[in-house]
């Protein structure tokens, strides 16, 4: 999904750094140096992170203006306008591919499918591929769901989240960033709302293994009836291995 150009330059504003995360994901990769990548990076915080405690971190994203903005703010990781369907075109492997923010939800069954064995390829033996999704399990059982409200009170804006028309094959999902009610761009596009049980099937069949699974960043055990984020880490099964 692509946003209007001015939406890179308030988007932390609206979804400031989060410090669980950020341990989150350092967690993942204890050797320094290690290949990394963010597929669907937005505006390069967390893979500048990740830069910054030795890590090779790639970052990519379809929204050029997300990646004009990292480029700008984050010189120690390196950012590449990109498809995350067309990883397969990058050299060499990486120890952990990462997607953050609900990214893999854009994609349908069919290309979701088609993304995993790439994402397979393209991890080093026993590498790791994490990501995270909302928790659909929750989700499919309303009619609509509401995010609350997120705002950037210096500069009066407050952005606005909702999924509806909600089926077990796509939900609507509506955005709508505002000034003093006066609306700056409004957005609908289609997600595609997996169960927990389809996508480590999916997965399974590729050749991952799961490692763990959580409804948040503070590794709270996930839940299929609470309202909550679904967060995935799995590891690159190899043909012999025991991982």
Same mark, same amino acid.
């Given at each position: 999904?692509?946003? %209007?150009?001015? /939406?890179?330059? !308030? #988007? ?12 989150? $994901? +350092? ?63 990058? %050299?060499?492997? /990486?120890?952990? !591919? #990462? ?12 290309? $979701? +499918? ?84 389809? $996508? ?44």
């Amino acid at each position: 999904m692509t946003f %209007p150009s001015p /939406f890179a330059d !308030v #988007y932390e504003g609206i979804f400031p750094r989060d410090a669980a995360v950020e341990r989150f $994901l +350092l967690s993942l990769v204890r050797e320094p140096g290690s290949r990394i990548l963010d597929a669907g990076c937005g505006t390069g915080l967390y893979c500048n992170a990740l830069a910054q405690k030795g890590h090779d971190a790639l970052g990519i994203d379809l929204d050029p203006a997300m990646i004009d903005y990292a480029k700008t703010h984050y010189p120690d990781a390196r950012f590449k306008v990109m498809d995350l369907m067309n990883i397969g075109d990058l %050299p060499g492997e /990486f120890y952990m !591919v #990462y997607s953050t923010g609900n990214v893999l939800a854009y994609l349908n069954g069919i290309d $979701l +499918l088609k993304f995993l064995p790439v994402a397979w390829k393209k991890l080093m033996p026993g590498g790791i591929w994490f990501f995270q999704v909302m928790n659909w399990d929750y989700i499919l059982a309303l009619k609509e769901y509401v995010f609350p409200e997120r705002h950037e009170r210096e500069k009066g804006l407050a952005f606005f989240r909702s999924y509806t028309r909600i089926t077990e094959e796509k939900v609507l999902f509506r955005t709508r960033l505002v000034r003093q009610d006066r609306i700056l761009f409004e957005s609908e596009t289609k997600m595609f709302p997996f169960r927990s049980k389809d $996508l480590i099937r999916f997965h399974e069949k590729t050749g991952f293994r799961l490692v763990s699974q959580y409804a948040g960043y503070d590794r709270i055990p996930y839940d299929a009836g609470r309202d909550s984020a679904n967060l995935f880490v799995f590891r690159k099964r190899v043909e012999g291995s025991h991982e």
